[in-house]
């Protein structure tokens, strides 16, 4: 043990020309150092759970209650560009013209082009800008099969509403016919 070693292990700071502030600090990192040591920390009422601290004390509080109220989701563009490139089919089966669809798209590819013009903010980008002809041509079987099982389903429809119709005069004519003959 050296001359400014305390029996603790910790470095006296009286032993070492200082300013005040720094003095301090050593004391209070002493003071906070044997206590853990004497377990005075164990077993503390919310211990591993989260500060619930109060809005006024942090200076982006109006930000993070923005967000928080509007469900904001700040994301880096790379992640951002993928979330839009998966839902980007489901996006343009909202739409019900070819001219909405090839605008949608081309919006698509000029954020996808744009992003990669920028310096990489976060995770590398890795969406490609899709091929508009493709895309819609992938609309547009989606929209026919879309079509034709919305007209299957009405034709099924048509014809469990026409059997039930049936069946009753069928029931009848069928008890007239076997009345019997006076």
Avoid: Y
């Amino acid at each position: 043990m050296t001359e400014h070693e305390s029996s603790s292990g910790f470095v006296d700071p009286a032993a070492f020309p200082c300013d005040v502030d720094l003095a301090v600090a050593l004391i209070a990192d002493r003071q906070i150092r044997a206590a853990i040591e004497r377990g005075a920390f164990d077993d503390l009422p919310g211990a591993g759970k989260p500060l619930d601290l109060d809005d006024h004390l942090d200076p982006d509080w109006w930000l993070k209650g923005l967000v928080k109220r509007e469900q904001l989701a700040m994301l880096p563009p790379s992640i951002e560009l993928r979330r839009d490139d998966a839902a980007l089919d489901e996006r343009l089966d909202t739409l019900t013209n070819e001219k909405a669809v090839r605008h949608e798209i081309a919006e698509f590819n000029t954020r996808v082009v744009r992003a990669r013009f920028q310096p990489p903010a976060g995770p590398p980008l890795v969406t490609m800008p899709r091929d508009t002809e493709a895309t819609v041509a992938a609309w547009a079987e989606r929209r026919a099969a879309r079509a034709e099982e919305a007209r299957r389903r009405a034709d099924e429809a048509a014809r469990a509403t026409e059997r039930r119709r049936r069946w009753p005069r069928f029931r009848a004519r069928r008890r007239a016919t076997d009345a019997p003959e006076t």
